[in-house]
């Protein structure tokens, strides 16, 4: 079990004395501020907290917060935070990669954690670039984007980390904005909560190398008629004048508005985060402006059992059954003999 802090800690405990290397502006900033803000909430002690990043600009963040950290190698932070978690299981993990880091070298491992649903918390920094490295495109960078090694512009068909999260069953699926502070803690609250791989990704905007990316459904223009935030139990209801909402048409999405042809709010679907079935989630996380919405907050929690919870169980089991209960049982079990 994890030790719940004693004393009352704050985001000043969590917070050291490092200089924070993010560029000015830089979307980073504003999810380190909502980890902060979140630790001490979920009432554990410092040290029972372990961050692991890869490479990346969002792989600073172990130096970032005052917690036990592993600063690991391009595309390996899923890999080493399972190592860290078997074990370890009392620690409350966290990883922090960029959608390079985690859909392209990482792809891999990012995958098979979700699918195993080992119980840790990642969170995706999507500015669909490589910002480190100076603006090479990623697997999430826009079809036609003329980047530093896409100089006639990206051929590439995009990735989109939630169909890849759904597509292998994962248990918690959510996605923020880094510059809406107060949505973006409510998620991470959320995902620290869940019991099994939780995946946050964030619509990061990278200041230098991608500026404006995500411009098409954060801009104050355009945001309240294009971002549709879930709650669950609750009709798909958005819009500036909240008159908008999704209805399911046989197997289709549409945007209808309320109080035209006939179209009340008892119309409106009603998101069911909880459900097995992940159809209807993957299809929330596919919707792209201008036909759609975005889908915001939580998509899909869904509980089942974890990869350390059967881990554990199974290791009990075999212990509790076989007969070998020491080293000396074990030099003597099956064909021995004695040399004279």
């Not at 969170?123 to 669909?128: A, G, H, K, L, T």
């Not at 197997?251 to 309320?258: C, D, G």
């Not at 009340?264 to 919405?293: C, N, Y």
């Not at 889908?295 to 554990?312: D, S």
Request: glycine share 8%; aromatic share 8%.
């Amino acid at each position: 079990m994890i030790e719940h802090s004693k004393e009352k800690l704050t985001r000043e405990d969590f917070a050291n004395n490092q200089l924070v290397k993010w560029c000015p502006g830089c979307g980073d900033h504003s999810i380190l501020a909502s980890v902060l803000n979140v630790f001490p909430k979920i009432d554990y002690k410092k040290e029972n907290f372990c961050i692991v990043s890869g490479i990346g600009c969002s792989s600073r963040f172990p130096y970032y917060v005052n917690t036990y950290g592993f600063h690991g190698i391009h595309g390996r932070p899923a890999a080493i935070a399972t190592g860290v978690k078997i074990a370890n299981p009392h620690l409350s993990v966290w990883i922090t990669a960029g959608d390079g880091d985690s859909t392209a070298i990482g792809g891999n491992h990012f995958m098979h954690i979700i699918r195993r649903n080992m119980d840790v918390n990642l969170i995706m920094f999507n500015n669909r670039i490589y910002g480190l490295t100076k603006g090479q495109y990623s697997p999430t960078t826009k079809q036609g984007q003329i980047t530093k090694t896409s100089p006639f512009g990206v051929i590439d068909y995009q990735l989109n980390p939630g169909e890849l999260v759904l597509g292998v069953r994962g248990t918690f699926f959510a996605r923020a904005i880094d510059n809406q502070p107060q949505t973006l803690q409510m998620v991470c609250e959320r995902m620290a909560a869940h019991d099994g791989t939780s995946v946050v990704e964030v619509l990061q905007n990278c200041v230098i190398f991608n500026n404006g990316t995500h411009k098409e459904v954060t801009d104050k223009e355009v945001r309240d008629d294009r971002q549709l935030w879930l709650e669950n139990g609750k009709p798909m209801i958005f819009g500036k004048n909240r008159d908008k909402g999704i209805v399911l048409r046989g197997t289709k999405f549409e945007v209808v508005t309320i109080g035209e042809n006939g179209i009340t709010e008892k119309d409106i679907l009603v998101h069911d985060e909880t459900t097995e079935d992940t159809g209807i989630h993957i299809m929330l996380a596919q919707m792209r402006p201008p036909e759609f919405p975005m889908a915001f907050g939580v998509i899909r929690a869904v509980k089942k059992p974890t990869y350390n919870q059967m881990f554990e169980q199974q290791m009990k089991e075999q212990q509790e059954s076989s007969p070998i209960k020491c080293v000396d049982d074990l030099l003597n079990s099956g064909e021995t003999w004695t040399v004279a």
